[in-house]
């Protein structure tokens, strides 16, 4: 068996920010495993606020045995972006070479299309009025946010997409003090989830802070040791393939969550059909679904997914799984 990794770039249409900053183009990191003339395919995404780069992803999967399975995989590399990669390729390798689809190795239905969020980035309240009008006819948008000027943002999405389901995403942004101001606002606008107002590891206050609004742990969930942490403060968990190391874990901590208690929403970071595909095995019957990177691009990889509007067809053979 061989492995291989490379980065790929990908560009926004147009710039995309949040409250950490803007951005113009995605460093994505595509795994090859190639066993028998049959080669499996994932995409990972290193992100700077998990001390990951494109440099150290690549180290950490050019330093694996090559002929790693997928059992050894959970322990020979942490949760992140680089164990994501190489699971979910193996995991294509699998269905490759056993003339299956993944959802049957995993013993799950086939997966039905999905219904995703589309982000607005951070933007003036004008601008993004604007484009919450361009896309008011979507039925579920997710807004960044997390800066002191937050009311006016929210308040201008809601004039521009009037019927739209509202997710609103504070990156960490806002501290109790914010949060105590904001939530009777934000409630009264009907939003429908929070996600991360309050910095992971600084989130204590979640505890007796009121929730009108579900709010959704994203920082502060990777994969299942995190959820001890979580009880009492958030009622939604954020699962992203690329905090939970791969598609093995993600679905053992989807399974885990629930039988806590905890509502599920699966996330991304921005990239390209080929780490979608994967997280979509996982949103089935999630509460809430956020998988629009291909969206928010100029470009995509080869045999992406298709999108009607807002619904999000399972992906094809050719592209992965």
Known sequence: MTLTARMRRYAFDGHFTIARGSRTHVEVVEVAVTRNGVTGFGECVPYARYGESVESVLAAITALPEDVSLEALQTLLPEGAARNGVDCALWDLAAKTAGQPVHELLGLPAPEPLTTAFTLSLDTPEAM???????????????????????????????????????????????????????????????????????????????????????????????????????????????????????????ALKAEAERQGFGIMVGCMAASSLAMAPAVLVAQGAAFVDLDGPLLLAEDHENGLRYEQSRLIPASPALWG
Not at 153 to 178: C, F, H, M, Q, Y
Not at 218 to 234: F, I, M, N, P, Q
Request: glycine share 8%.
């Open 129 to 251: 009025r604007a484009k919450a009008a361009a896309n008011a006819a979507r039925p579920v948008l997710k807004i960044k946010l997390g800066t002191p000027d937050d009311l006016p943002r929210l308040r201008a999405v809601r004039e521009g997409a009037p019927k739209s389901d509202l997710i609103l995403d504070a990156n960490e942004g806002w501290t109790p003090d914010s949060y105590r101001v904001l939530i009777p606002q934000i409630a009264e606008l009907g939003v429908k989830l929070i996600e991360q107002p309050l910095p992971a590891g600084q989130d204590a206050a979640l505890r007796d802070l009121p929730r009108p609004v579900p709010i959704c742990a994203d920082e502060s969930c990777h994969g299942r040791a995190t959820l001890a942490d979580l009880a009492g403060k958030y009622d939604v968990i954020n699962i992203k393939l690329d905090k939970t190391g791969g598609l093995t874990e993600a679905l």
